[in-house]
C-alpha cells in the first residue's frame, strides 16, 4: 500500500540555526501535505499544510517545500528555538480519504 | 489548549479491567477521531465519527468501542486488553471528515498501560 516515510528519525541543530526535515511519499494522487508538531507530553499540531498545486508554502518561520517529481516534501525552520524541540510529523491525503501518517522525525535545538 | 480536552491522561489497567477514555471538544466540529499512537509506529488511525455517526472503523478489535453520544463528546470503552494495547490514545477533531483540508485538532491524548 502507500506509505508516508522520513529520511531521518532524529536531527540535531544550533540554537539559531535553519534546521531542514525531510519526508518522501509514495502516493503520486495525494493533494495535500501537512506537518504536525508534537512536543513532550502533548498531542500533535498542526504547524502548515501545502496542496498539490503548490510548491512552496511559507508561515511565520516555517516554509514548506513539495517536490512532486520525486515525491518529495521538506519542513524548514530558520532561526530555530529551544521550543522548536519536538516530533515532526509529515501527512498526506488524498480528496476525502483520511490523512497518513510518517513515523516522525525527532528535532532537537542545541543551545 | 487546543479546545480538544481528554481524559484520563495516564490510566493503567489490568487485562480484565474495564474503563473508559473521554474525548470532548469545544470547536463546534462534526466530526471526532481516536488515533493510537505506539512508539516508532505512524499515527494509526482507529475510528471516525462525523455528524455522531461512525464512518470508518478501521479493522479495530472488538475490545475497543466507541461510542459518540454528540459531535462534541466521543469515548472509547475499553475491556478485556492485552499489553501490546499500551500506547497513547489520541482524540482529534475537524469540522468535517474528509473536508480535504486535513487539518486535525488533536487533544493531549491517554497514556494507556495494560498490565
Known amino acids: 500500500g502507500e506509505s508516508v516515510g522520513l529520511h531521518l528519525p532524529t536531527l540535531s541543530v544550533q540554537e539559531g540555526d535553519n534546521s531542514i526535515i525531510n519526508c518522501a511519499y509514495s502516493n503520486s494522487a495525494s493533494d495535500y501535505f501537512i506537518w504536525y508538531k508534537q512536543e513532550s507530553g502533548k498531542g500533535p499540531q498542526f504547524i502548515i499544510d501545502i496542496r498539490s498545486n503548490m510548491d512552496k508554502r511559507q508561515g511565520q518561520r516555517v516554509t514548506v517545500l513539495l517536490n512532486k517529481t520525486v515525491k518529495h516534501l521538506s519542513l524548514q525552520i530558520a532561526a530555530t528555538q529551544p521550543g522548536d524541540s519536538a516530533v515532526y510529523f509529515c501527512a498526506e491525503g488524498f480528496g476525502n480519504e483520511k490523512l497518513t501518517f510518517g513515523t516522525g522525525t525527532r528535532l532537537t535545538i542545541i543551545p | 489548549e487546543t479546545g480538544v480536552t481528554q481524559t484520563p491522561r495516564h490510566l493503567v489497567m489490568g487485562m480484565t479491567n474495564k474503563k473508559s477514555l473521554k474525548c470532548e471538544q469545544h470547536?463546534?466540529?462534526?466530526?471526532m477521531y481516536w488515533y493510537k499512537q505506539s512508539a516508532k509506529k505512524p499515527l494509526e488511525l482507529m475510528f471516525v465519527y462525523n455528524f455522531k455517526e461512525q464512518t470508518e472503523n478501521n479493522s479495530v478489535p472488538s475490545r475497543f468501542s466507541p461510542e459518540c453520544p454528540n459531535s462534541s463528546h466521543l469515548f472509547l470503552h475499553l475491556h478485556t486488553l492485552q499489553p501490546e494495547d499500551s500506547a497513547l490514545y489520541l482524540c482529534?477533531?475537524?469540522?468535517?471528515?474528509?473536508?480535504?483540508?486535513?487539518?486535525?485538532?488533536f487533544g493531549e491524548g491517554s497514556r494507556l498501560t495494560v498490565l
Open positions: 482529534a477533531s475537524s469540522p468535517l471528515a474528509g473536508g480535504g483540508t486535513g487539518e486535525l485538532f
Open positions: 470547536l463546534g466540529h462534526n466530526a
